[in-house]
């Protein structure tokens, strides 16, 4: 896929890896719509991306993937600086059980607002153009986090959710494809304080158990796993990025 002059709009793009998605997209000559809950860092973000790419290739919108008038109008938004909305990445995620209805609508039903927009605004029989919809899961969804369930049945849904719309049902009736990458273990701050972060805090020896083999990969390498995906993937794929090793396809 040439990504030269192509819009995306990525969720989440105000850190980790949705921060690492945006810099390897503009890298590859993309322009990249940057939406997020966090105003602040965003801006910032979106003025330092804009001094090394461009400062026309960058827009950062304030979303919060929970409300979907807000999310309707950063989509708005792109469209109308841009022109064009080309690659919709629902990357935005939180990890804590406690809170777990909010854990539900941001990683599951936040995806699933992100690509109803994304049929609304890119699919053909929507007058659009067709396009790309890349979901972020985590490789929890082949190899339950015991010490987190809640938040693994959100990664389960969201593959899920991608297997069926990306068959090609739906890629004939609308010209987007859908794909979902599965990072593991990727240094970034989604955990903070992982007590607070478990239902129990008697889950702890499970948390350790859960990540005990896995080896810590950059945000970085998981951006660049994302162009290989958008290259190369076929709609309906599930692709695992883990242990800092080249994204290879989950067959199931
Ligand atoms: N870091 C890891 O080890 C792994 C992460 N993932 C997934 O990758 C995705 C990105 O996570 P990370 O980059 O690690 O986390 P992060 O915490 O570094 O970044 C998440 C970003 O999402 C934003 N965000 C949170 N709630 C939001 C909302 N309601 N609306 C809009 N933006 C919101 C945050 O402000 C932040 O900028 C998540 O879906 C996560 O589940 C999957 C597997 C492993
Ligand atoms: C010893 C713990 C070190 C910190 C672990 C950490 O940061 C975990 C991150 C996970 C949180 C959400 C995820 O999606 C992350 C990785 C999930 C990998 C699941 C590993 C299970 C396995 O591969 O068997």
Not at 76 to 100: C, H, P, Q, Y
Not at 111 to 129: P, S, W
Not at 132 to 155: E, H, L
């Amino acid at each position: 896929m040439d990504l030269k002059g192509k819009v995306a709009l990525i969720t989440g793009a105000a850190a980790g890896i949705g921060l690492a998605y945006s810099e390897e997209l503009l890298k590859h000559g993309a322009k990249v719509s940057l939406c997020d809950i966090d105003s602040d860092i965003g801006e910032q973000i979106a003025d330092e991306l804009g001094a090394k790419y461009g400062r026309k290739n960058v827009l950062f919108c304030q979303c919060d993937v929970t409300d979907y008038p807000q999310y309707e109008e950063a989509f708005e938004m792109t469209i109308k600086v841009f022109n064009r909305l080309d690659i919709v990445i629902n990357n935005a995620g939180v990890m804590n059980d406690r809170f777990w209805e909010l854990e539900v609508d941001v990683n599951l039903n936040g995806v699933i607002r992100g690509t109803l927009l994304a049929y609304r605004f890119m699919g053909k029989d929507r007058g659009g153009q067709g396009g790309t919809i890349v979901n972020t899961a985590s490789t929890a969804f082949a190899r339950p986090q015991v010490s987190t369930p809640i938040y693994t049945a959100t990664n389960y849904a969201v593959v899920g959710l991608t297997r069926a719309y990306g068959d090609q049902y739906h890629v004939n009736l609308t010209g987007v494809r859908s794909l979902v990458l599965c990072p593991g273990l990727t240094d970034t701050g989604l955990v903070k304080e992982i007590r607070k972060q478990l239902m129990s805090s008697e889950y702890e020896a499970a948390w350790q158990r859960d990540n005990a083999n896995c080896k810590t990969q950059s945000s970085e390498h998981v951006g660049r796993a994302l162009i290989e995906i958008l290259t190369k993937g076929q709609s309906g794929s599930v692709w695992v990025v883990e242990n800092g090793q080249a994204p290879r396809e989950w067959r199931g």
